[in-house]
């Protein structure tokens, strides 16, 4: 084999090394951990973080999110795209607004709307000083577990929907226009043209999108700590508790193996029931 043949190989080498190391190495010992008991093999630790008192908690919070969040940015997320397609004048300034959240971390994001809805925060300040409550109110108590659900909620649409739209944004400058020109000629609608022509010709980018944000919704943690803590419990927050606080590294492990089953579910479902269809782009 010549040296021209070994090229690609040696390009892409760099790459498996670090997925290697820094990603299937500390899978394969983040699932043996998960199966590793005092006694050998088994699914103790399994059986202890079923057994964890916020384990169906946490189940209901993590979907709750992902149920809520995920179709939202969605929508948000691909009305955004098309607005966007109307704008001629200073179009690169609202697209540099718009993902302003892209550059904030998930903590800063979470303390950001802390200070806002907080019983000392802005809106309460706001409201008060309106008389609109007699009082600052507790939003985010575990006495108001739907404030608490909504601010959460809020503050992820904020962050991650940026993320989605700059997805879309890519999926829609792909889209060529004489398709929809050809669609208006034969009397098409603005919407009949949208669901007919751009949303299918969009599927592929929606797809991506929404495996990205469900992993990640899977996976959301410094939000919830910052505004939720431990009235809120979620997957990932769980994970660490049992890491740092209780150093149950078994159980830890445990609940990161199934994070990982879920989202990978999750992946498996989208690849099929958003697969492009015959006759559209792959």
């Avoid at 994070?259 to 492009?276: D, G, Q, S, V």
């Amino acid at each position: 084999m010549g040296r021209h043949h070994l090229a690609p190989y040696l390009l892409i080498a760099p790459s498996l090394l670090f997925l290697l190391l820094l990603f299937f190495v500390p899978l394969i010992q983040t699932i043996a951990l998960a199966f590793q008991t005092g006694s050998g093999i088994g699914l103790g630790n399994f059986d202890q973080m079923v057994g964890d008192l916020d384990f169906l908690t946490a189940i209901k919070d993590t979907f709750g999110l992902v149920i809520v969040v995920v179709p939202l940015q969605l929508a948000l997320a691909l009305g955004m795209a098309m607005m966007l397609r109307k704008v001629r004048f200073g179009r690169d300034l609202v697209l540099w607004i718009w993902t302003i959240p892209l550059g904030i971390s998930d903590l800063a994001a979470g303390l950001a709307w802390l200070s806002i809805l907080t019983e000392r925060g802005y809106l309460n300040t706001v409201l008060f000083h309106l008389r609109l409550i007699p009082r600052p109110e507790s939003w985010l108590t575990y006495e108001t577990p739907t404030a608490l659900f909504l601010a959460i909620v809020i503050a992820e649409l904020w962050r991650a929907t940026a993320i989605v739209f700059v997805i879309l944004v890519a999926g829609v400058q792909l889209v060529p226009a004489e398709y929809e020109e050809a669609a208006s000629v034969f009397g098409a609608t603005s919407w009949q043209r949208f669901r007919r022509v751009t949303l299918p010709l969009l599927r592929p980018s929606i797809q991506t999108a929404l495996i990205l944000r469900t992993v990640l919704a899977f996976e959301i943690f410094a939000v919830v700590l910052a505004i939720g803590g431990t009235n809120f419990p979620v997957l990932i927050s769980q994970a660490f508790i049992w890491q740092n606080q209780n150093q149950v590294y078994g159980v830890a492990a445990a609940y990161a193996v199934l994070i990982m089953a879920i989202t990978l579910a999750a992946t498996l479902f989208y690849l099929l029931a958003l697969r492009p269809r015959a006759g559209e782009p792959a």
